[in-house]
């Protein structure tokens, strides 16, 4: 299946990327997801992040569906 990927902040400039398109397992869930992107992006290991699927914040394992949107969320400091 194919989920799709934001990066927000530090996040996008580790990757390089805004958002990215991925091909996964359909059985997949929220922690493959976070495996697979330190496997892929080693430095992101070093980041603490929020995530949220299709616009709502998880806190606990999420198994994913086709088409999914996923946003890599880093802390956000305001002023």
Same mark, same amino acid.
């Given at each position: 299946?194919? !989920? $799709? /990927? +934001?990066?927000?902040? %530090?996040?996008? #400039? !580790? $990757?390089? +990327?805004? $958002?990215?398109? =991925?091909? @996964? #397992?359909?059985?997949?869930?929220?922690?493959?997801?976070? +495996?697979? =992107? !330190?496997? $892929?992006?080693? *430095? /992101?290991? &070093? @980041? &603490?992040? /929020?995530?949220?699927? &299709?616009? &709502? @914040? /998880?806190?606990? %394992?999420? *198994?994913? *569906?086709?088409?999914? #949107?996923?946003? =890599? =969320?880093?802390?956000? *400091?305001?002023?």
């Amino acid at each position: 299946m194919v !989920i $799709t /990927i +934001k990066y927000f902040g %530090i996040l996008s #400039e !580790i $990757t390089n +990327k805004d $958002t990215e398109n =991925l091909i @996964v #397992e359909d059985n997949c869930n929220s922690n493959d997801i976070n +495996k697979i =992107l !330190i496997e $892929t992006y080693p *430095s /992101i290991s &070093n @980041v &603490n992040y /929020i995530i949220a699927v &299709n616009q &709502n @914040v /998880i806190q606990n %394992i999420y *198994s994913l *569906s086709p088409n999914d #949107e996923i946003a =890599l =969320l880093p802390p956000f *400091s305001g002023g």
